[in-house]
């Protein structure tokens, strides 16, 4: 079972987006984005590649970075 993570963004500006984090059981399979204002929504995949190039690119271990992210 995966687990979601749903997160609350406020803009400068006071606009007000959600973030639905749906993260697999194995994590170095990658995680899915959803991002809503309320009226209209985009979606996205972050994949395993996405955070090896990333975590790489920010010279962390698979485990820091995925903590780090996950938050």
Partial sequence: MS?????KITTVGSQQFFLLTTIPVDKEDGF?????DGQST??????????????????????SYFNQTER
């Fill in 32 to 36: 899915n984005l959803l991002l809503t």
């Fill in 3 to 7: 687990k979601k993570v749903l997160s």
């Fill in 42 to 63: 985009w979606t996205g995949t972050f994949s395993a590649d996405d955070m090896d190039k990333q975590r790489k690119r920010l010279k962390m271990d698979f485990t």
